[in-house]
């Protein structure tokens, strides 16, 4: 059993910062691309950053320049920096990650529960 921990929501300022994190735990042998993803209210999930095993990088382009992913894999987790906030930055902020259990077997996409930005102007 694998499960994703976010932390590091909450309420902030435009033009703020916040620092999200992703914590994987369970019967990890490997774990592949990392990634953020956020849905706003009445809109469909979408894509932020992603980060592979090898830290190479991309963003979405509402992100560039503002977000930054890192990971740590001796903690197998994963970060999200997110300076000069905006309103339309509000959005439930999940965490993903591909994972293989054992040597032989099969990668799974994990989702964690979700974590709430509130950016108020």
């Known amino acids: 059993q694998v499960q994703l921990v976010e932390s590091g929501g909450g309420l902030v300022q435009v033009g703020g910062s916040l620092r999200l994190s992703c914590a994987a735990s369970?019967?990890?042998?490997?774990?592949?691309?990392m990634g953020w993803y956020r849905q706003a209210p009445g809109k469909q999930r979408e894509f932020v950053a992603t980060?592979?095993?090898?830290?190479?990088?991309n963003y979405a382009d509402s992100v560039k320049g503002r977000f930054t992913i890192s990971r740590d894999n001796a903690k197998n987790t994963v970060y999200l920096q997110m300076n000069s906030l905006k309103p339309e930055d509000t959005a439930v902020y999940y965490c993903?990650?591909?994972?293989?259990?054992?040597?032989?077997?099969?990668?799974?996409?994990?989702w964690g529960q979700g974590t709430q930005v509130t950016v108020s102007s």
């Open positions: 980060i592979t095993g090898g830290a190479s990088r």
């Open positions: 993903n990650a591909g994972i293989r259990s054992s040597l032989r077997g099969s990668r799974y996409d994990y």
């Open positions: 369970g019967t990890i042998f490997s774990i592949d691309r």
